[in-house]
């Protein structure tokens, strides 16, 4: 099983700053299956990004996610206070478990 | 638009039963697979099971093996998720989500629903 590691824990930003959020797998991950997800509270999580670097359907252009191998990003280059979730990254593939790390906390100051 | 309805969360004891329904629309139900994903009270996100767009294949996570049924019924577009001998690190909401592209399942989700709480507690 595959262990993803997110970092930091939380995150705080004033809106209009940049925040670069970390995930980092025990063992080489193909970037057709790494996703980031964005959870608001008390709401379900929204594919945000896929394949790495792919921004899912009405996902605005401010997010990008980049990386490959072990180590994958995901930027949010203007920090909006909408943005205030805890975002979760996750590795597919052909064969189950599919696993999530534990989420960055995002805080708009 | 892609609709998913969680029902049949509940509190149960230990040892019991649940039954959960996931009631899709707004799109082919039987193309796709289907997943349940949950998320324990301030926790993160696990993955728990996958069943295959025609009911064949069916994957879950070990925690929940030989306990957990995953089902669907294509004609009535719900998904179910069988849940026997729960255990109080059950407690969750549980999400049912659709795979993002139609035919085999690679594990990414695209939609979900908003989600019914377990409860497992004496």
């Known amino acids: 099983e595959i262990v993803l590691t997110q970092s930091p824990g939380t995150l705080s930003l004033s809106p209009g700053e940049r925040a670069t959020l970390s995930c980092r797998a025990s063992?080489?991950?193909?970037?057709?299956?790494l996703a980031w997800y964005q959870q608001k509270p008390g709401q379900a999580p929204r594919l945000l990004i896929y394949?790495?670097?792919s921004r899912a359907t009405g996902i605005p252009d401010r997010f990008s996610g980049s990386g490959s191998g072990t180590d994958f990003t995901l930027t949010i280059s203007r920090l909006e206070p909408e943005d205030l979730a805890v975002y979760f990254c996750?590795?597919?593939?052909?064969?189950?478990?599919?696993?999530f790390g534990q989420g960055t906390k995002v805080e708009i100051k | 638009q892609v609709q998913l309805v969680e029902s049949g969360g509940g509190v149960v004891q230990p040892g019991g039963s649940l039954r959960l329904s996931c009631a899709a629309a707004?799109?082919?139900?039987?193309?796709?697979?289907m997943h349940w994903v949950r998320q324990a009270p301030g926790k993160g996100l696990e993955w728990v099971a996958v069943?295959?767009?025609?009911?064949?294949?069916?994957y879950y996570v070990d925690s929940v093996k030989g306990r957990f049924t995953i089902s669907r019924d294509n004609s009535d577009n719900t998904l179910f998720l069988q849940m026997n001998s729960l255990r109080p690190e059950d407690t969750a909401v549980y999400y049912c989500?659709?795979?993002?592209?139609?035919?085999?399942?690679?594990?990414?989700?695209?939609?979900w629903g908003q989600g019914t709480l377990v409860t497992v507690s004496s």
């Open positions: 989500a659709r795979e993002m592209n139609s035919g085999y399942s690679y594990g990414l989700t695209d939609y």
């Open positions: 707004g799109f082919s139900f039987s193309s796709y697979a």
């Open positions: 069943i295959s767009y025609h009911g064949v294949n069916k």
């Open positions: 063992q080489s991950v193909s970037t057709r299956y």
């Open positions: 394949g790495a670097s």
């Open positions: 996750q590795q597919q593939g052909a064969s189950p478990p599919w696993t």
